[in-house]
């Protein structure tokens, strides 16, 4: 994720400098859509780790009610060796706040949100700032 991340950040900070709104338009929409690929594949490896390194988030798991398993997934992993973890988090659907939010509560037994709030993240430059999130219903 740092790989893609960084450079995405300074790709949507250099966005201000583009003269022809079109590409700017479209830039920002790349800049998001690969924020978001990156985000969803950053929350599957966290789920993998969790649940494979974590009996009580691997006891949680059961309690979660919106996986889809169908012939397309058993098909996707016929014989190849996968984790529980790795199983699950390709099956959890985190394709919207709300959904990221009740799985990883779930899986984690812990209110998500309230405790990434609480989180502080410290940037390269040696900064540290708590994270916030804006979010808005509807």
């Given at each position: 994720?740092?790989?893609r991340l960084d450079p995405l950040l300074d790709l949507l900070q250099n966005l201000k400098g583009i003269k022809n709104k079109n590409v700017e338009r479209e830039m920002m929409r790349y800049v998001f859509i690969c924020l978001i690929a990156c985000l969803?594949?950053?929350?599957?490896?966290?789920?993998?780790d969790l649940i494979d390194k974590s009996e009580k988030c691997r006891e949680n798991v059961e309690k979660l009610n919106d996986i889809k398993f169908d012939i397309n997934t058993v098909l996707a992993i016929?014989?190849?060796t996968v984790?529980?973890?790795e199983f699950v988090s390709h099956?959890?659907?985190l394709s919207s706040f709300e959904s990221i939010n009740k799985n990883?509560?779930?899986i984690t037994g812990a209110d998500f949100i309230g405790e990434l709030l609480g989180m502080e993240v410290e940037y390269k430059?040696?900064?540290?700032r708590k994270c916030f999130l804006i979010h808005q219903n509807g």
């Open positions: 994720m740092n790989r969803e594949g950053y929350l599957k490896l966290v789920i993998k016929h014989g190849k984790s529980i973890g099956l959890v659907p990883m509560g779930v430059n040696g900064e540290k």
